[in-house]
């Protein structure tokens, strides 16, 4: 049973590119939710995604955008690059359940560094 | 001020030494998390917990809703258990978003 998969584990682009980042979701798990660690820092949240649409977002840009597809993988999809954004962005899956809070489980992340 | 605060931010101890990390925060929250982080970036969920206290191995959680408080232990610990410990809380509002704490980087010595 795979878990969460990320893609591509490094990324080295300059200012203004656009830049795309994949994760495929734990087995059976149907939600995916971004998060953007920089150096010496906690991640913090994105977006998450659920049944296709954004569902939450945290306080990114309108140049941070998503996608999730019907077998529940998401892209991370991020225009005008800045030198802020070099991060390590992490995917993390769950399983949708509305009466309990389930685990998410994290990928090995995106090492993302703008030059 | 951070929803989450973690203490020490940073730990050296000694092989076979009792640590304990701290968490506080100051949200009505559903659960909370403590995740592990190995240089490279990959993260491990360790626990979640609502209340209570749980166990695995040489790992055990706490928490207080109470005083809105979490402690993660590790008794004796060893060289691989050389890791960032984050705590992470999962909020009322909202769908599934996790609010992160700065992380806690311990450094066991042989």
């Known amino acids: 049973d795979a878990g969460v998969t990320q893609s591509p584990t490094h990324l080295i682009k300059t200012r203004g590119q656009q830049v795309t980042l994949r994760c495929s979701p734990k087995?059976?798990?149907?939600?995916v939710s971004w998060y953007q660690q920089a150096l010496g820092q906690g991640p913090q949240f994105i977006f998450q995604?659920?049944?296709?649409?954004?569902?939450q977002r945290g306080n990114f840009p309108d140049r941070f955008s998503g996608h999730q597809f019907p077998n529940y993988s998401s892209e991370l999809n991020v225009n005008a690059l800045l030198l802020g954004d070099s991060a390590l962005y992490l995917c993390?899956?769950?399983?949708?359940?509305?009466?309990?809070?389930?685990?998410?489980?994290f990928g090995p992340g995106t090492r993302l560094t703008v030059l | 001020k951070n929803e989450v605060e973690q203490s020490p931010q940073n730990l050296t101890a000694q092989e076979g030494e009792f640590i304990t990390i701290n968490c506080s925060y100051s949200?009505?929250?559903?659960?909370l998390h403590w995740l592990q982080q190995h240089p490279g970036g990959g993260i491990v969920s360790l626990f979640m917990?609502?209340?209570g206290k749980k166990k695995h191995g040489r790992l055990i959680a706490t928490i207080n809703i109470q005083e809105k408080h979490s402690s993660l232990h590790i008794t004796a610990s060893h060289p691989r258990d050389s890791a960032v410990y984050i705590c992470?809380?999962?909020?009322?509002?909202?769908?599934?978003?996790?609010?992160f704490g700065q992380g806690t980087r311990l450094t066991i010595n042989p």
């Open positions: 993390a899956s769950s399983l949708e359940r509305r009466l309990a809070a389930d685990t998410q489980y």
């Open positions: 087995s059976g798990h149907d939600t």
């Open positions: 995604y659920y049944e296709e649409e954004e569902r």
């Open positions: 949200v009505g929250i559903s659960a």
């Open positions: 917990l609502s209340s």
């Open positions: 992470a809380v999962r909020l009322f509002q909202g769908a599934q978003k996790l609010v």
